[in-house]
């Protein structure tokens, strides 16, 4: 059964730092497009950051250009989400999602998706 699960959300403070992990189990993470999305209330889903399953393609939203980073460890068959100098707009809940191909970084590209995980930016 394929599975992403994350972890590393929580309540953060404007400026400061969080690490979202997503762990795959049931296939292997190397040879799929994996992506990074959060949806705000009253918002829809959008891409945060994309890779393709080489690494050699990545987008990343104007809003988080700079500040946020996508990355995989193969070995551990995990992504992560490096986010920097967090914004109160930032606050969303962040989905973790592979996608067999490399598409767009749209929701309807990817067909996995973790359960997601609330990242919370308030002083």
């Known amino acids: 059964q394929l599975q992403l699960v994350e972890s590393g959300g929580g309540l953060v403070q404007p400026g400061g730092s969080l690490r979202l992990s997503c762990a795959a189990s049931?296939?292997?993470?190397?040879?799929?497009?994996i992506g990074w999305f959060r949806q705000a209330p009253g918002k829809e889903r959008e891409g945060v950051s994309c890779?393709?399953?080489?690494?050699?393609?990545?987008h990343y939203a104007d809003s988080v250009k700079g500040r946020f980073t996508i990355s995989r460890d193969n070995a551990k068959n995990t992504m992560y989400l490096q986010m920097n100098s967090l914004k109160p707009e930032d606050t969303a809940v962040y989905y973790c999602?592979?996608?067999?191909?490399?598409?767009?970084?749209?929701?309807?590209?990817?067909?996995?998706w973790g359960q997601g995980t609330q990242v919370t930016v308030s002083s």
């Open positions: 890779s393709s399953n080489s690494g050699g393609i990545t």
């Open positions: 049931g296939f292997t993470l190397r040879y799929y497009a």
């Open positions: 999602a592979a996608a067999p191909r490399t598409g767009a970084c749209t929701p309807h590209e990817y067909a996995y």
